[in-house]
């Protein structure tokens, strides 16, 4: 199965905001003959992230029996967390996906694809089975 390289970076910072992630590709559902547009793409990587951060949560909430060297880990970073709280961090997918779409047509991040930036949302793209796929934040200047 192939997978989509992800890669997060900031305008300005040699540093990525996170470390680089991958999914499989192509999804379950999605037929490989299908054509695909950077909406689509777009919102099943923010469902996908959305998901993820919903499984965290959940995972949070269980208490933990730690390991002695889970706390002896812990007490050196300065925090032991056996979980068993709950955040109340609600998020809407649509919402979320809304959001992402309107941050895009905003210009507040570009999408490159395989080196090349897509401007268009509703433009046909194609994934290659090693494709990479780099969300650029950018930065406002202040001043006039």
């Not at 905001?17 to 192509?26: A, G, H, T, Y």
């Not at 951060?53 to 029996?65: A, D, T």
């Not at 210009?107 to 509703?122: H, K, M, P």
């Amino acid at each position: 199965m192939s997978v989509l390289t992800i890669s997060t970076r900031v305008m300005g910072k040699r540093q990525p905001l996170v470390p680089d992630w991958q999914v499989p590709w192509p999804p379950d559902e999605q037929d490989p003959g299908e054509p695909l547009t950077l909406r689509q793409l777009l919102t099943r990587i923010v469902l996908q992230e959305v998901a993820a951060f919903q499984e965290r949560q959940e995972s949070r909430q269980r208490v933990r029996i730690l390991t002695e060297r889970e706390l002896e880990s812990g007490l050196a970073r300065g925090r032991v967390d056996p979980g068993g709280r709950d955040l109340h961090q609600a998020v809407n997918p649509g919402h979320a996906v809304a959001t992402a779409l309107q941050a895009f047509e905003d210009g507040l991040f570009l999408v490159i694809l395989d080196g090349a930036e897509q401007r268009e949302l509703d433009r046909q793209i194609f994934l290659q089975p090693d494709s990479h796929l780099v969300f650029l934040r950018l930065v406002m200047l202040a001043g006039g």
